[in-house]
């Protein structure tokens, strides 16, 4: 079946540097990608989202980017903080039966070097 | 306001077992989805719920059920328990299909 991927297992930064987790996806009818955050022992957070119509979304701190051309979802995190040292997870959404369902991809670790 | 809570956090069965997982929603969020995390497979769904239905199904076998009641609350069940369920299980609300998802802790289910 269709899935989401990432190319990197582990990102290792230092403090105060820029970080770039990426994601290819497969399904071009997914609606939405959605970037989640995952501490251990608790669930994934939403951290930002993006619209297939869109390119390119801003948030505190976060930018996604989506090349819908090369199917190819990237999360940047400026400055980064050791409260950012966590797994990081992307999902495609896709709107089913009135609902939806995320696929998500296997997760990068980053971790954040002081 | 409180998130999503899911009981019992931690619980040990033996194979062949059945088991039954609770989620309760963020208050006003009708929509659950249930998804099994494990280091093998990953994040996957399960189930989402809405209003009492289910909407959605992952590719998961027959053993694997749930349901919502009236309240938005819902349940995962789990039978005849295989060595390969141990995961932990994750419940996400939201509001209506189309808005965030939050997650509550998980259940994390280990089949000895």
């Known amino acids: 079946g269709e899935s989401v991927g990432l190319h990197l297992p582990t990102l290792s930064v230092q403090e105060g540097d820029n970080s770039i987790i990426n994601c290819a996806y497969s399904?071009?009818?997914?609606?939405?990608f959605i970037w989640y955050k995952q501490e251990s022992g608790k669930g994934p957070q939403f951290i930002i989202d993006?619209?297939?119509?869109?390119d390119k979304r801003q948030g505190q701190r976060v930018t996604v980017l989506l090349n819908k051309t090369v199917k190819h979802l990237s999360l940047q995190i400026a400055a980064t903080q050791p409260g950012d040292s966590a797994v990081y997870f992307c999902a495609e959404n896709q709107s089913r039966n009135a609902g939806n369902m995320l696929t998500f991809g296997g997760g990068t670790r980053l971790m954040v070097k002081p | 306001k409180a998130g999503v809570t899911q009981t019992p956090r931690y619980l040990i069965k033996t194979r062949g077992q059945q088991v039954t997982l609770s989620c309760s929603p963020i208050s006003g969020h009708r929509s659950v989805s249930w998804y099994q995390q494990t280091p093998g497979q990953g994040l996957q769904f399960l189930f989402e719920y809405f209003s009492e239905t289910q909407r959605n199904k992952g590719n998961f076998p027959g053993r694997f059920s749930g349901r919502q009641f009236s309240n938005s609350r819902s349940e995962m069940n789990v039978s005849t328990l295989e060595l390969g369920d141990s995961a932990l299980y994750l419940c996400?609300?939201?509001?209506?299909?189309?808005?965030?998802?939050?997650f509550g802790p998980g259940t994390r289910l280990t089949v000895l």
């Open positions: 996400a609300s939201k509001w209506t299909p189309y808005n965030e998802q939050f």
């Open positions: 993006i619209r297939s119509n869109m």
């Open positions: 399904n071009s009818a997914s609606d939405y």
